[in-house]
């Protein structure tokens, strides 16, 4: 939430010689880089490794060892030697790193998994694992993700996975992987500071209506949240 004030205080640590690398959820934070960074110069990626931030420097990884990945994708689409070095780096540090060549594509992909297991786990205080034992999690799922999907389908972006690959990664990330992880936007509302979910249900909700789509699972959700923030306030 912080990125645009962050990136102008840093700005005169900035040259053109170096790289952006952003892991962050959501979207809308390419555009606010690009300001500072070439699309040369831009590496951007999703994680799928949970982690509790305690402080600066001071983070806790949810899970075991080596069973999280992270997908990196280059601004441009090509890879360059340094992306190839930054994957090598992360291989070395059992972070799964995986190459691909569809921008949007990859970005989306985690932006769809947010829009169901952020929302709905921090919404009700959930635990992922928590969330995917409830009897309705798979109806939830579904309708979440064929909105999502039929936004992308309209804007012409291929996520990464097919329909049925993400409805099976959020089960098995949800009941295998992190089942006793608290998502980040969860963290967001226990300490009262705004979440990213207009970047993420409401970036898909946003992008419909170009296209003439109402996405309205999404934007329900979107102010569900806001909702949540709210009543984390005013109930403490």
Do not use: W
């Not at 799928?48 to 069973?67: E, H, P, R, S």
């Not at 190839?84 to 972070?95: C, I, N, P």
């Not at 309205?216 to 005013?234: K, N, T």
Request: contains cysteine.
């Amino acid at each position: 939430m912080g990125l645009k004030a962050m990136l102008k205080r840093s700005a005169q640590l900035f040259d053109d010689q170096q790289y952006a690398i952003t892991l962050m959820n959501g979207m809308g934070h390419i555009e606010k880089i690009n300001k500072y960074f070439k699309a040369e110069k831009v590496i951007a990626g999703t994680a799928m490794i949970g982690t509790v931030l305690n402080d600066a420097g001071d983070v806790d990884f949810i899970g075991k060892k080596g069973t999280g990945t992270i997908h990196l994708v280059n601004e441009t689409e090509k890879p360059d030697k340094f992306t190839k070095q930054v994957v090598s780096e992360f291989k070395k540090a059992q972070l799964g790193p995986k190459l691909t060549t569809n921008f949007l594509g990859t970005l989306l992909t985690k932006v769809i998994y947010n829009s169901v297991v952020n929302t709905l786990c921090s919404m009700y205080k959930l635990k992922e694992g928590e969330f995917i034992s409830a009897s309705v999690s798979t109806k939830l799922i579904n309708r979440l993700i064929n909105e999502a999907y039929h936004v992308c389908d309209l804007a012409g972006i291929e996520p990464l996975n097919s329909k049925e690959e993400e409805f099976n990664a959020i089960v098995h990330a949800t009941r295998d992987v992190t089942p006793l992880h608290y998502p980040s936007m969860y963290q967001d509302i226990s300490k009262q500071r705004p979440t990213e979910v207009d970047y993420i249900n409401g970036y898909l909700y946003d992008l419909g209506k170009k296209y003439h789509y109402n996405a309205q699972a999404h934007d329900f959700l979107r102010d569900l949240v806001h909702l949540a923030e709210h009543a984390e306030i005013v109930t403490q």
